[in-house]
């Protein structure tokens, strides 16, 4: 006995100053029973009974009014869950919280488990995107195992199948319970906060609605949703996270007697008082907000989108102020206004702006688009593509755009007339029969968007194309015909290493295979604006080309 | 690696100069160094010591020019490089700023309970500029290793981690590999928080750099990119993405929900043409390495950048097959070593300590025997030589004169390079016009400048060279005297012209201080009137501009020999333009099919003839007969001739012991003929695709 006194005294001396820590509570847990300090060194003790603080809870609890506050339009729904959680040790249904997407689901949650101050186990399914990872996951948390390199960075448990994960659960509860209750008695006495901990354990599973794309997802679901009659410990409490609402996860898991809880979109309101929290100059900003937030409201309600859509509205709003401190009178807020106004329509179209890395790229990016405005004006346009690409790249994607813009039918028409000697695709009799059938195919067609075509028919329009055009490019070096050889040569070098290129550029996308033909098919994605820019490199003449009503 | 002899299947052009084939043909070993005016060559061991020392020219040459691409290439991406690391730095500390987080809540499960939270991943989409993305993977390596030693956390990842078929798990296993190295088959993202919250590893921001984003699946791409930015505050990553094409791509390929978890910034690499300008610079115009290509081999090049695939990468590759060429055709070539590294009197005298063959042979090279030598040959082809240099330093200095004014007017170098290669330059149409124009300078510009947007469409291909000289006329003043500068200092070597641009600087100096003085006076006074200037006063501009455009001309009559047309120069000028396209592109269907057509002519056995004999090889017979039957060729009908040759000849030499039942009733046909039907059928699928 001598020794083990030995062994328990000096984990003491070590902790002494830390905290008042009882000698009463076993040797395993002379550490970190004050769940406020969890320090980076801590964690290589793993395993330790008492480190279920450091997995389960949260380091800092919060009062009532302080949860209250932080989400001033959910105190309904805040309401609702501590309802439904209810007081320590009492079992609980399954909750199930859906709603829109960023509508503070999670956050109320775990802003919630932080006022109760109770052991849970929190677990999304974005994270963790496949079965095991989820399974691993709780797993790890509820054995306090933590990712180390000691380790491997190994999880505590292999487990891949759905019914090794209920084993391995009851397992580890049963274990984990005991240790809370372990844990309950000699806090309860010594921490005032950690009155109400309770001896329940919560397993929280996030965004509950991505498991049902995994393979055999929505068995998954049925067995995770039918987990606490599995287990059937009245210790456990199961919280859903879904933007889908129950419904959608099929008809088998509305047997279980999961309790939604709702949580409604923002109104204007409510957002415009979400938006106006922490801001430095509420004067300013809530004229900022009256002017923009009713216009961005009608595209998306959403708090993350409308946040990143205002900070470069606010910007520019402030741009005429020189001092940010100001407030705002009548006559100020209708300059900034009209200030502010041109840029909020397109702003709604603009979810993703680029902005340019250095500052001389930018002036000369100005000069570009007043040059093209310009431009615009006198009628003759000098556009530029902007990357590098091969003439025969360029090609082939003009004759792609034609392929997939005009009807097959047309091909022979337009490429015979021009002189095209190469074609050997005779379509001409069903060209020339009714222009009205043209009419309606053609129609249908831009109903239908780009047409997909078969790669000989984009090969014999390529050969078309180039034997028409050889000319005009050759010119330059008429003079020597080693060279205008050479050219035409490397044209036709590789075509088909282009189209791949093509491809990986997005460019042409290549659809499945036709039924009948069983040949793939080729679809242009490119736009036409693209298109033009690079016709006009090559100094082709597209837009004969090309089929309009 | 030297094409082997083989696979050159000589041009049509080429037939009559290699009309002695037949005896290289014995020297199997060697390849197709000797194949052209081998027999001046007697003694074997003059050609084994020379051909050592080519090789070693060789060596020496393409090692510097490859160094000088490499500078320059390097050189054209620190500057991005900087900026891309400024951008890390800000966006890190953004990232900081927005939340703090301390060490032990990085490996929570739970997402941090700030307001606010930055749910952002900033992203740097670097514009690569070039459809293919060869030239950049390179770039993009260097970029990693570049940001790892300012200390961040570098991940390369590429399109093939982004694929449907390994999902999400595929770029995690990547990712952790480069960062954890350790290989978990259960990837996630709990993993990285760990090892990022290891004392070593914490508060680095975790680069990740991807090459090709277009050619990634979209979804993995976008469910990676959602995850992460769920953790971004935690683990702070950052992203770079190579673009290839245009900046709208990344916004096709993701779906919204992925975009808005970008911030991104734009950076844009140097385009091909601009590096490949630099590339010309740096490895033919300014220093000289010993080899230069030919006005032919230049525009081939050039088109075989612009045809063919666009990137640095094929293009230097063909330039050091065409320097390959070049050394190994040309016997002089060796000489080229000494010139750079020796100073004249030594190379004097290796070039007079020639054995006789090379002397007879430099003799006899073709630009010299226009202007037949006397006397000593050595000293004449020193002579030659230093002549030569001194043309072509000449021509450097007017090259990148022309290449100032054509950054003014967006005219390539490369388009200058191969215009003043050209050796018919001096009687070239268009840039006689061009000449003759600023002889008569005193003609009014207005008229020349309508003129020249009329004939822009024809001239721009033609002369290059005219527009620059166009262009000195149009420049606005301060950059002219800019550009005056620069002349100045490319000029340092030719006295004569260096003179005239430092007078032409100086007169302009005060004329162009005059002008400012006067224009800001006029600013203060009537600011939108200040374009117009007295007319005075423009036309003392114009006079300078005259003088500049006339210096330009006359620098480009006087100095801008090309090379080609100075004696000697093919000692270290590669022309043979059809010998590095069929290197380069060649036409291996054509080869193996005229191969086939005339097998006999290779196998040269006894038995063989240019007639169909059974004796010869399979594929060849198939090969002939289908070219008989023209385009289409029906199966059976080609079976039967086959069996018939084979057959035919077998039952000949078996003295016509019967003849063959028809093939039709396979039935019908008796047992040995049966195995020997089948021996028959069976080189014949094998053969038939």
Redesign the interface.
């Known amino acids: 006995m001598g020794d083990s006194e030995t062994v328990v005294k000096t984990p003491i001396r070590v902790t002494r100053s830390s905290s008042s820590s009882t000698t009463t509570t076993t040797t395993t847990t002379p550490k970190q029973n004050s769940p406020q300090k ?3 060194g801590s ?1 290589s003790l793993k395993n330790t009974k008492a480190s279920f603080s ?1 997995y389960l809870l949260f380091p800092k609890p919060i009062t009532l009014d302080q949860l209250y506050s ?1 989400y001033p339009c959910r105190k309904a729904q805040i309401d609702e869950l501590l309802h439904l959680i209810g007081p320590p040790n009492s079992p609980m249904k399954p909750i199930f919280i859906y709603g829109r997407p960023s509508s503070a689901k ?2 109320v949650l ?2 919630v488990f ?1 006022h109760l101050n109770r052991p849970f186990v ?3 399914c ?5 079965p ?2 989820l399974f ?2 709780v797993l ?2 509820v054995f306090f195992h ?4 000691t380790n ?4 505590a448990k292999r487990c891949e199948k759905a019914s090794d994960f209920m084993n391995f659960l009851r397992e580890a509860l049963v274990h984990t319970i005991a240790t809370i209750r372990e844990n309950q008695r000699p806090k309860g006495s010594k921490n005032s906060l950690n009155c109400g901990a309770g001896e329940m354990i919560y397993l ?1 599973f996030d965004n509950v609605e991505m498991i049902r794309d995994w393979d055999s997802g929505l068995a998954l679901v049925s067995v995770l949703f039918k987990m606490g009659d599995l287990l059937k410990m009245p210790e456990l409490g199961l919280v859903f996270i879904s933007s889908a609402s129950l419904d959608s996860f099929y008809g088998n898991t509305g047997l279980m007697e999961l309790v939604p809880v709702f949580f409604p979109s923002y109104t204007d309101e409510e957002l415009y008082q979400i938006f106006m ?2 801001q430095p100059n509420p004067k300013l900003y809530s004229s900022f907000l009256g002017v923009v937030l009713k216009t961005l409201c009608r595209l998306t309600k959403r708090v ?2 409308l ?2 859509a205002l900070v470069p509205l606010f910007r520019k709003y402030c741009e005429p102020l020189s001092d940010l401190r100001v407030i705002p009178d009548e006559a100020m807020k209708r300059k900034l206004f009209s200030c502010l106004q041109p840029h909020i329509m397109p702003s709604l179209n603009q ?8 500052i001389v ?1 930018t002036n000369k990016e100005k000069e570009k688009r007043k040059g093209i405005l310009r431009k615009q004006g006198s009628g003759e346009t000098v556009y530029e593509v ?8 360029k090609y082939l994607l003009i004759s792609a755009f034609i392929a997939s813009k005009n009807p097959a039918t047309l091909d022979a028409a337009l490429f015979d007339s021009t002189g095209g000697s190469d074609n050997r695709k005779r379509k001409r009799k069903s060209s020339v029969t009714s222009i009205e059938k043209k009419d309606q195919a053609a129609q249908e067609m831009l109903l239908k968007g780009p047409g997909t075509f078969p790669l000989e028919r984009l090969l014999a329009i390529f050969q078309c194309i180039t034997s028409v055009t050889d000319g005009p490019i050759e ?3 008429v003079e ?1 015909g ?2 205008e050889e ?2 035409s ?3 036709m ?2 075509v088909l ?2 189209l791949s ?2 491809c ?4 042409i996308c290549k659809g499945g295979s036709c039924p009948l033909e069983g040949s793939t098919r080729y679809r242009a ?1 490119i736009d036409e604006d ?1 298109v033009m820019k690079i016709a006009r490199s090559v100094n082709f003449p597209l837009a004969k080309y090309l089929y309009r009503r | 690696m030297a094409p082997s002899a083989t696979t050159d299947w000589p041009s049509p052009s080429e037939i009559g100069d290699n009309a002695l084939q037949p005896c290289f043909v014995l020297h199997k070993a060697l390849p197709r160094k000797y194949e052209k005016r081998s027999k001046e060559f007697n003694s074997d061991e003059d050609e084994s010591s020379y051909e050592k020392l080519r090789s070693e020219a060789f060596n020496l040459v393409w090692s510097r020019i490859e160094t000088a691409i490499k500078d320059v290439l390097k050189h054209s991406t620190s500057h991005l490089f900087k ?2 690391h400024n ?1 890390v730095h800000e966006s890190f500390l953004a990232i900081k700023s927005s939340a703090t987080c301390s ?2 809540e990085v ?5 941090l ?1 700030v ?2 939270l930055c ?2 991943l900033f992203t ?2 670097v ?6 993305i060869v030239d950049d993977l390179l770039t993009f390596k260097e970029l990693g290793v570049h940001l790892k030693s300012q200390g961040c956390h570098i991940v390369n990842l590429s399109s093939h981690e982004f694929s449907v078929k390994h ?3 595929g770029c995690f296993r990547s990712l952790l590999r480069q960062l ?1 190295t ?1 290989a ?1 088959n ?1 990837p ?4 990285l928080a ?2 990022y ?3 070593a590893n914490y508060d680095k921001p975790i680069v990740v750099i991807i090459e ?1 984003v ?2 990634c699946s979209s979804m993995v791409l976008a ?1 990676f990119i ?2 992460l930015s ?2 971004v505050v935690k683990i702070p990553v950052l992203m770079i993405m190579g673009v ?4 709208d ?5 993701l779906p ?1 929900n992925a ?2 978890h ?1 911030q ?5 690499l140097g ?3 601009e590096r490949l300008d630099a590339i010309i610079e740096a490895a033919f115009v300014k220093p000289f390495y010993g080899f230069n290509v030919g006005y ?1 081999v230049a ?2 090049l050039r ?2 950048f ?5 990137t640095i990468t094929s293009f230097v590759r063909a330039l050091k097959i065409a320097c390959m060429k070049h050394f190994s055709m040309e016997q002089l070539s060796f000489l080229c070593k000494g010139i750079i590294d020796e100073d004249s009197k030594v190379w004097e005298k290796t070039c007079q300590s020639l054995p006789e063959g090379l002397l007879k042979y430099a003799a006899n090279i073709s630009s010299i025997k226009r202007n037949n030598i006397d006397g000593n040959v050595g000293d004449a082809l020193a002579d030659g030589i230093s002549e030569l240099m001194r043309l072509r330093n000449n021509w450097s200095a007017v090259v990148m004169c022309l290449f100032e004014v054509g950054k003014y007017g967006k005219i390539q170098l490369l388009d200058i390079f191969c215009e003043a290669l050209d050796p018919s330059l001096p009687n070239c149409k268009a840039l006689k016009r061009c000449l003759e124009e600023g002889k008569d300078h005193r003609q009014p510009l207005r008229r020349d400048a309508i003129l020249r947007d009329s004939e822009s469409l024809n001239s721009r ?2 002369t290059f060279i005219a527009q620059a000289v166009r262009k000195v006329r149009d420049l606005p003043s301060a950059s002219l005297h800019q550009l005056l500068k620069f002349w100045a200092r490319h000029t340092e070597e030719i006295a004569e012209v260096n003179h005239k641009v430092q007078a032409l600087l100086s007169t302009f100096e005060v004329e162009v201080d005059g002008q400012v003085v006067k224009q800001e006076e006029n600013g203060m006074k009537r600011n939108p009137v200040s374009q117009r200037l007295p007319n005075m006063e423009k036309d003392k501009s114009q006079v300078a501009h005259e003088k500049a455009a006339m210096l330009a001309i006359s620098m480009i009559r006087d100095y801008m020999v090309p090379i080609e047309s100075s004696p000697f120069h093919e000692i270290f000028c590669f022309k043979h ?2 010998v590095l ?1 069929s290197a380069l ?1 060649g036409d291996p269907r054509k080869t193996i099919q005229t191969d086939l057509l005339r097998s006999h002519s290779y196998l040269q056995c006894s038995c063989c003839s240019a007639s169909l004999t059974p004796s010869m090889h399979d594929t060849s017979i198939l090969y002939n007969l289908a070219q008989e039957h023209g385009d289409l060729i029906n199966v059976h009908d080609w079976y039967e001739s086959y069996k018939a040759i084979l057959v035919g000849s077998s039952t000949k030499s078996k003295a016509k012991q019967k003849q063959s039942p028809t093939p039709k009733k396979r039935k019908v046909t008796d047992e040995p003929n049966r195995i020997e039907e089948a021996s028959i059928q069976y080189p014949f699928l094998l053969l038939v695709p």
């Not at chain 1, 491997?152 to 999880?155: D, F, G, I, T, W």
Request: aromatic letters at 10%.
């Open positions: 969890p320090k980076p964690r450091d932080s999670t956050s775990l802003h932080k929190y677990s999304s974005k994270s963790c995107y496949n095991r990872l691993e996951s790890n948390q933590g990712k180390q390199s491997n960075y190994a999880s929280i929290r922490g993350d989108e946040s990143v979810v993703f702006k680029v902005e340019s890395g250095t790229e902007d990357f590098q690409m091969s003439d025969s790249a010119r330059e070096q020597d080693l060279t050479v050219g040569c490397g044209l070098s590789d290493l282009q290129t093509l990986n550029a997005n460019f994605t693209m | 900026e891309l951008w060490l032990s490996t929570r499960p739970y997402p309970l307001d606010n749910r952002q740097a989409f514009l690569t500029k070039n459809i293919e999902g999400i798990a954890v350790f978990s259960t996630d993202i709990s993993i760990s090892w919250s290891e004392e090709d277009e050619q469910e959602t995850l769920e953790w290839a094409t245009t900046v791509a990344p916004r096709k390929l919204s975009l808005q970008l991104p910034r734009k950076f844009t385009s091909p043409v032919k525009l081939f088109n075989y612009l045809r063919h695939d666009g291909e033609g333009v059809d396209q592109i």
